[in-house]
């Protein structure tokens, strides 16, 4: 009786066979939970929003002291981003400046889905990135609701999820982070 074996050339089928299975699977899996972190942010930036609604009605003022009319910040605080567990945001605890404050307005949701805290922004720009040179690059993303409607090169207030690096390989614009409007200044800030 003979016996049959694989030859060299079945083997190198069925491990190239295998391996285009893998990879197909993994870069499905990628792609599964990127789209679910998106979609956990996109969920958690609502709740923020909501809260942000409910301080506006106590205090009548947003997130960073930023009057009703969104055009100005009522304590002349000059820095413009904030982690949202951050006294002066208002949203989880106070600084003691807010008046009429009965929060906190938020669960302790301080970071997202990749790890990075959840800002309020209230300068976002409305344009994308610097690049090396200094010029700006219009790279908003499918995700930065809080441009929607904005013109180029505007800034607008923000609770965000600065995930996407940009060029440089900082946090910050690159048009992947998840980005919801606060208010729009009716004169907005410059850069």
Not at 30 to 48: D, H, L, T, Y
């Amino acid at each position: 009786m003979k016996s049959r074996a694989f030859t060299l050339v079945e083997i190198v089928v069925v491990v190239a066979i295998i391996a285009i299975l893998a990879t197909v699977i993994l870069v499905s899996y990628g792609n599964v939970v990127e789209n679910s972190k998106k979609s956990k942010a996109k969920g958690e930036i609502q709740a923020f929003l909501t809260g942000i609604k409910m301080m506006k009605l106590d205090t009548g003022e947003y997130p960073g002291h930023i009057n009703s009319l969104c055009n100005k910040n009522i304590t002349g605080d000059t820095l413009e981003e904030y982690d949202v567990d951050e006294e002066y945001v208002g949203l989880i605890k106070t600084d003691g400046l807010y008046k009429n404050w009965n929060g906190p307005y938020m669960d302790q949701i301080t970071t997202d889905p990749w790890g990075n805290p959840y800002q309020s922004d209230n300068d976002y720009y409305c344009g994308g990135y610097k690049d090396a040179s200094g010029t700006y690059e219009w790279a908003v993303g499918e995700m930065e609701q809080a441009c929607d409607g904005v013109d180029k090169g505007k800034y607008v207030r923000v609770i965000a999820s600065e995930h996407n690096p940009d060029p440089e390989g900082t946090r910050g614009y690159g048009g992947g982070n998840v980005a919801a409007l606060i208010c729009k200044p009716p004169t907005p800030p410059t850069p």
